[in-house]
């Protein structure tokens, strides 16, 4: 009797440890419509015979099952060269997330406070100023004291006051230039901790917790995992993350082995036609992912797959489990998907601790339940996951910026129609 009992909780342990991970092999849903997703071929097929997209691959998993997830069109037009699922995408800022994640691992182990000052681990960022005027033809600016410090919250919700190069506002974008802090988008032969006190010695754009600004602040975010952490971004982010949840295939640094699955990068032109990212456009070198680096952005420097960013929302909709680890605490999870904003703050939506939030507004406008979480990146991938559907669905691209996104719209309105 006792062998029973010990191996049937043994079977129950392993039954639920199945059932939190997500497997790639895709399977019929039992709470789907599955041959209605089978429309998604067609509307993928339409936008790639019709130049107006190169390629991608959609992934849609429903109960921690991969309902849908296929490459469409080329990785490579030039080449002919299939999109497989397999793909790996430089997924810019979906990295945020996951330095998101990072700061709550090290939150719920006591070694930061949400409100706490980040004056406290970086002491150059003590005492911060505005900005009150600014003159165009030099750059130059005036400043007054901030109302307040910045803190850990305020960089989670972008409402610190730090915007972005090259992306951001205009006057600050020309401060940032002066000064050479980097977007981190591409690569950078720079030290991380080095730029991020140059950072502090510049005004922010409004009072922190005043307002909505994206910008760098996840870069920053990135640079106090280190510092509180002792560790590099990378390996935090591989001992603490990856390596737990069996992402094989998330990297700051490409391994050349897995180099040939990167996509092309693909922009357009000024009459919309379809041409390839060129290494100076933007300032973005498209090599980077495979380029050696130690600048590890934690706004925008991650490649990873579908699946790989999959089993990631997963673990969050899972509370927090995953792969028979508990990466973060149940109520820590519940804490960084909750709303974290006044209205209006973020337009209809509101923002978490790392992720935009539907809003029940929204969700009476579109097909995304209140309480959705999703964020995309700059070259062209989107993501959101679905709580109360226990949904997840990634488009992953190489394209921006791009005339003819209205396929996601379409794929959206496929996926949810086909849920019974």
Same mark, same amino acid.
């Not at 960013?309 to 792969?323: C, D, S, T, V």
């Given at each position: 009797m006792k062998n029973f009992l010990t191996i049937a909780f043994v079977f129950c342990a392993l039954l639920m440890a199945v059932s939190q991970t997500l497997s790639p092999v895709t399977k019929p849903h039992d709470g789907i419509h599955n041959n209605r997703l089978s429309e998604i071929d067609n509307i993928m097929k339409d936008y790639v015979d019709k130049n107006q997209l190169i390629g991608a691959v959609v992934m849609?998993? %429903? #109960?921690?099952?991969?309902v849908y997830h296929k490459g469409h069109g080329y990785a490579d037009l030039l080449a002919k060269k299939p999109m497989?699922? +397999?793909?790996?995408?430089?997924?810019?800022?979906?990295? $945020?997330?996951?330095?998101?994640?990072?700061?709550?691992?090290?939150f719920e182990q006591g070694k930061l406070g949400l409100d706490q000052r980040i004056s406290d681990f970086i002491p150059e960022f003590k005492n911060p100023k505005l900005i $009150?005027?600014?003159?165009?033809? #030099?750059?130059?600016?005036? *400043?007054?004291?901030?109302?307040?410090?910045?803190?850990?919250?305020?960089?989670?919700t972008h409402t610190s006051g730090i915007s972005y190069p090259d992306i951001g506002k205009d006057t600050m974008r020309a401060i940032y230039a002066k000064n050479g802090i980097p977007s981190g988008l591409g690569f950078f032969n720079? /030290?991380?901790?080095? $730029? !991020? %006190?140059?950072?502090?010695?510049l005004p922010l754009l409004h009072n922190p917790g005043e307002r909505f600004t994206y910008g760098l602040s996840t870069d920053l975010l990135g640079a106090l995992v280190e510092v509180i952490s002792g560790k590099s971004l990378e390996t935090y982010f591989q001992e603490n993350i990856f390596e737990p949840m069996g992402m094989k295939d998330t990297y700051f640094n490409v391994p050349a082995s897995k180099s040939h699955r990167l996509p092309t990068v693909y922009t357009e032109d000024s009459n919309q036609k379809i041409i390839e990212w060129s290494p100076t456009f933007r300032n973005i070198d498209p090599t980077y992912p495979i380029i050696p680096k130690t600048y590890f952005s934690g706004g925008a420097g991650l490649s990873s797959t579908a699946y790989d960013?999959?089993?990631?929302?997963?673990?969050?909709? /899972?509370?927090?489990?995953? /792969?028979n680890k508990q990466i973060?605490?149940?109520?820590?999870?519940?804490?960084?998907?909750?709303?974290?904003?006044?209205?209006?703050?973020? &337009? +209809?939506?509101?923002?978490?601790? &790392?992720?935009?939030?539907?809003?029940? $507004?929204?969700?009476?406008?579109? !097909?995304?339940?209140? &309480? *959705?979480?999703?964020?995309?990146g700059y070259y062209g991938t989107t993501y959101w996951a679905d709580p109360k559907e226990k949904l997840?669905?990634?488009?992953?691209?190489?394209?921006?910026? /791009?005339?003819?996104?209205?396929?996601?719209?379409?794929?959206t309105s496929v996926i949810y129609s086909s849920l019974k």
């Open positions: 849609v998993v %429903k #109960d921690n099952q991969v497989k699922p +397999d793909a790996i995408f430089r997924i810019m800022s979906q990295t $945020k997330a996951i330095t998101s994640l990072a700061i709550m691992q090290l $009150k005027t600014f003159n165009a033809a #030099d750059s130059s600016y005036t *400043s007054v004291p901030a109302a307040s410090e910045i803190t850990f919250r305020d960089l989670l720079e /030290n991380l901790l080095t $730029k !991020m %006190k140059s950072l502090a010695t960013y999959a089993i990631f929302l997963q673990m969050l909709l /899972n509370g927090g489990k995953y /792969n973060l605490g149940r109520r820590t999870v519940e804490l960084m998907l909750s709303p974290q904003l006044a209205d209006n703050f973020y &337009g +209809d939506d509101n923002f978490t601790l &790392g992720f935009a939030l539907t809003s029940a $507004k929204s969700a009476n406008l579109r !097909m995304r339940s209140e &309480g *959705s979480f999703a964020w995309g997840i669905c990634l488009f992953m691209t190489q394209h921006t910026p /791009n005339s003819h996104r209205d396929f996601e719209d379409k794929i």
